[in-house]
């Protein structure tokens, strides 16, 4: 079967000409024999193709571009093992609410159910994780189908996410006749917008400028709304912080910002305002124990992102960015009742501490095996990057310390799943989408781990990334926790392995940093290398000894009630104080 075989009117071409008008211009995946005529037609349509090492980071990948870029992600992987290999993908996309296409393939309708190589009733397994999943078996159905998974992908009608079709191998190559293919389902549409109900728009101007002590929070559902959501923080002097999903949507010198206070200013405020965000274990399930008496006005896109764990007095279901808009019309100038001193004195705690952890990130000491301490890397790293610099976190003991201690107006990480490995398949699909931003992967040495063959794949396309391990030879959340809960370690160190040289392998510009006085000559080399367009890997070794703020809040041994240990104390607390109320 040669290329040529594969026909202008196949399913497969169909497929191809449909992702090439909805503005893909690139596809990550894995090749394999089911989903060849899919491949070779993306290429006669000069859709790139990023070739990778592990079906699971073709879909980190789309994943990544999904949502720096605002459109479309999609992975290409085989059936079978390429299928089950990608589902900690889908899966991390699904709990991130991330629009991602998966595509694969199946045996030949002949040949379904009879033991063929890599049969596999896909659709069973991938369903739970998926907004739409679909064998597609009749070629004349192609497009419709396409059309269907892409519009549940961003949401329309539902939650945005993961959709996936597959097909049959000789659905793919069979010819669908002209007058089937429906040019309405080739175009691209607009993504409608929808609007909010003037009367719950009219009760949230109420509680808005009624409030004393309003805090914002915001999630997924507030990118694309940076400047309304900026505008109403400026009108009601409303203090803000954001979550890993929104990070750098308003700037960090921005008056309202006090992620330094976020323990104190959540249990402190008199309405919470969460924008396009999921009340989740990273915001204490919205629990009264947390945040107090605090009124929730919850705006949101999707019904999840609306009414998780704790209903708001007054919720918005409409984009949020019409949501916003409609709430500064309807003020209409009115005056809030912000208390100014308070948000001015939150403020001014949160730049005092900020500075002071600056200084001490500045000079954090090295543990007793004269190791540097991770916040003197990531102090460096502060120093020569960018400030645009795209900022992907990965891992877990580390990424505590660079979330804490790396600003960013561009940041991702593994996310509400904590699907560590993401670091550099996102960096690398980064680096691709957004030429001429510096892209910086900061992870662990277990993160790095889990996909570490993907710097072949940053090498083969030339992806200027630049890869920064901190090499602890552990599992060091775990190891704390090992130590001080159970008094043995068992099966959480690792090597202080040499990762620049298997990187050196690949052909990659990498150095071994053993001290903190090598730190800034070897960024600034690694650097020059990247604006080259070239990736780079700096592996420097950080004392295990070092504690990080997750080791410390008790996230390791997950208590019972909250995921924090300060949470769960005040939860049981505030259940007992209200026993036969």
């Known amino acids: 079967m040669t290329t040529s075989t594969i026909g202008d009117n196949s399913a497969a071409a169909l497929i191809a000409r449909f992702l090439k008008a909805r503005g893909v211009d690139r596809v990550f995946g894995l090749c394999g024999g089911h989903i060849m005529p899919i491949w070779m037609r993306l290429d006669a349509e000069g859709i790139r193709i990023v070739d990778v090492r592990d079906e699971r980071a073709a879909v980190y990948m789309a994943h990544a571009h999904a949502e720096l870029t605002g459109t479309l992600g999609v992975a290409l992987v085989t059936a079978g093992p390429g299928v089950t290999n990608a589902m900690t993908g889908i899966a991390n996309a699904h709990v991130a609410r991330t629009s991602v296409l998966v595509l694969s393939g199946t045996p030949p309708r002949a040949q379904e159910n009879r033991g063929a190589l890599q049969d596999m009733a896909h659709i069973d397994f991938v369903r739970p994780l998926t907004r739409y999943a679909r064998t597609v078996r009749e070629p004349s159905l192609v497009l419709q189908e396409l059309d269907e998974a892409v519009s549940r992908a961003f949401g329309e009608g539902g939650e945005p996410g993961p959709v996936y079709l597959d097909f049959p191998v000789d659905t793919l190559r069979a010819d669908v006749p002209r007058a089937l293919q429906m040019p309405e389902q080739l175009a691209a549409r607009p993504r409608a917008r929808s609007l909010p109900d003037p009367d719950a728009v009219a009760a949230a101007v109420e509680l808005l400028w009624s409030a004393k002590r309003p805090l914002f929070i915001s999630g997924r559902g507030a990118r694309g709304a940076a400047a309304p959501l900026t505008k109403l923080l400026d009108q009601l002097g409303a203090l803000y912080l954001d979550t890993g999903e929104s990070r750098g949507l308003v700037p960090d010198e921005h008056p309202s910002v006090v992620a330094a206070m976020r323990g104190s200013v959540m249990g ?3 309405l919470v305002i969460t924008v396009g965000r999921r009340l989740d274990f990273q915001l204490a399930y919205g629990s009264p124990a947390v945040f107090g008496d605090a009124k929730l006005l919850r705006i949101a896109d999707c019904a999840p992102e609306l009414r998780d764990n704790r209903r708001g007095a007054v919720e918005i279901l409409a984009s949020v960015g019409a949501a916003l808009e409609a709430i500064l019309a309807a003020a209409n100038h009115r005056v809030p009742a912000t208390d100014t001193g308070w948000a001015r004195g939150v403020r001014a705690k949160h730049v005092e501490r900020a500075g002071k952890l600056l200084a001490s990130m500045n000079a954090a000491p090295p543990g007793s095996d004269g190791l540097m301490h991770p916040n003197k890397l990531l102090a460096a790293l502060r120093e020569k990057l960018p400030r645009d610099a795209v900022i992907v976190a990965d891992g877990g003991d580390f990424l505590s310390f660079a979330r804490v201690g790396l600003p960013a107006t561009t940041y991702l990480d593994p996310g509400s799943l904590g699907c560590i490995g993401v670091g ?9 989408a957004l030429p001429g931003r510096t892209v910086a992967v ?20 030339q992806a200027p990334v630049l890869i920064v391990v901190a090499n602890n030879g552990s599992w060091a959340i775990e190891v ?27 052909g990659l510009h990498a150095e ?14 690694a650097l020059a290398v990247v604006a080259s367009g070239r990736p780079a890997l700096l592996d420097v070794l950080v004392t295990p000894e070092a504690v990080s703020s997750d080791a410390k809040s008790g996230l390791a041994w997950v208590p019972d009630l909250q995921p924090l240990a300060a949470w769960d104390d005040a939860e049981r607390k505030w259940r007992d104080s209200r026993r036969g109320c």
Do not use: C, W, Y
């Open 512 to 525: 071994r940093i053993k001290s903190a006085e090598d730190l800034g000559p070897a960024i600034d080399r």
């Open 424 to 432: 550099t398949p996102f960096g690398i699909a980064a680096s691709l």
């Open 268 to 270: 402190q405020a008199d």
């Open 480 to 506: 704390r926790d090992q130590q001080e809960t159970h008094g043995k370690v068992v099966g959480t160190r690792l090597q202080f392995a040499d990762h620049a040289a298997m990187a050196r392998a690949f």
């Open 442 to 461: 900061l992870t662990g040495d277990g993160a790095f781990g889990f996909n570490a063959m993907e710097i072949d794949t940053a090498a083969r396309h």
